[in-house]
């Protein structure tokens, strides 16, 4: 390949890429932000449910996802489908920015180390969108726990023998009169184990992905260098998202499920003399 054909390559797949030194700063946090509601709006009663199944007794009558949304309309109505939203969102939003600005710098950065090994460009997309999001989850970390603390036992309050809480800020409270501040970071490092390898692999898979679909569709290879159009674009990475997600999935779900029973069940165990058995 000549080296015009490779700068060809780099330009036109670079449409497709975030330049985080060129980016309008923020139009991205609002609409990062905006985004990151929606999907959380979307999807938080899944959560509930989730959490609800995680933390379930052996004695517990809902033993499925559809018994748990039949009890908790039954109890509670749509609102008992987002219970803790409000101190997701709070909390979740700043965690957000932190985020995705420690993932943009983080990944220009580690593209500029991995380019001199000239690999392949998957090959330094899986890296670099690895150490980027390994990076960023760890610092997110310090912001996610605690939401996920209080937001858990929120979403469990008053199931299979769990305290209840009049909101957020009593959650926290009774956190800290207890076992103080740790308290709020009861399996933070358990979180860090669980999500920022996770997170380096959705990333990394994410960014691989993308350039061998690329190279499927013609984009890269000299047979077709144009510019791709903006619907090709949303495919192509709607498509990378879904890799990624099934990949991560297979390293998240088992850790997720013990971290969940570490934060939740705490409660019990003072409250009770017994967890989640």
């Known amino acids: 390949m000549t080296m015009d054909a490779s700068n060809s390559r780099v330009q036109t797949l670079g449409q497709t890429e975030i ?4 980016l309008d700063k923020t139009k991205f946090y609002v609409v990062g932000a905006g985004l990151f509601t929606g999907v959380t709006v979307a999807l938080y009663p899944v959560s509930v449910v989730k959490t609800r199944l995680q933390v379930a007794t052996k004695d517990t009558a809902e033993r499925n996802a559809f018994s748990v949304i039949r009890g908790i309309l039954r109890t509670d109505g749509i609102p008992g489908l987002y219970r803790g939203f409000g101190t997701v969102i709070t909390g979740a939003i700043p965690a957000r920015i932190l985020f995705l600005t420690a993932l943009e710098t983080t990944k220009a950065a580690a593209f500029k180390i991995v380019e001199p090994f000239k690999l392949s460009e998957p090959a330094q997309a899986a890296i670099a969108n690895g150490i980027a999001g390994m990076t960023a989850s760890m610092c997110a970390q310090a912001v996610f726990v605690p939401i996920d603390v209080v937001s858990q036992k929120l979403m469990v309050q008053g199931y299979s023998g769990h305290a209840k809480y009049s909101g957020g800020l009593d959650v926290a409270r009774k956190v800290i009169q207890s076992d103080g501040i740790r308290g709020l970071y009861r399996g933070f490092g358990l979180s860090v184990m669980t999500y920022s390898p996770s997170s380096a692999v959705w ?16 984009h890269g290879t000299g047979i077709d260098d144009a510019v791709p159009s903006q619907s090709k674009i949303v495919l192509v990475q709607a498509t990378g998202g879904l890799i990624a997600g099934a990949t991560a999935s297979c390293i998240t779900t088992p850790l997720d499920t013990i971290k969940t029973r570490l934060q939740s069940c705490w409660d019990s165990i003072y409250i009770f003399g017994h967890g989640c058995a």
């Open 19 to 22: 330049d985080w030194e060129k």
């Open 203 to 218: 990333w990394a898979s994410y960014g691989s992905s993308q350039r061998v679909i690329w190279r499927f569709l013609g």
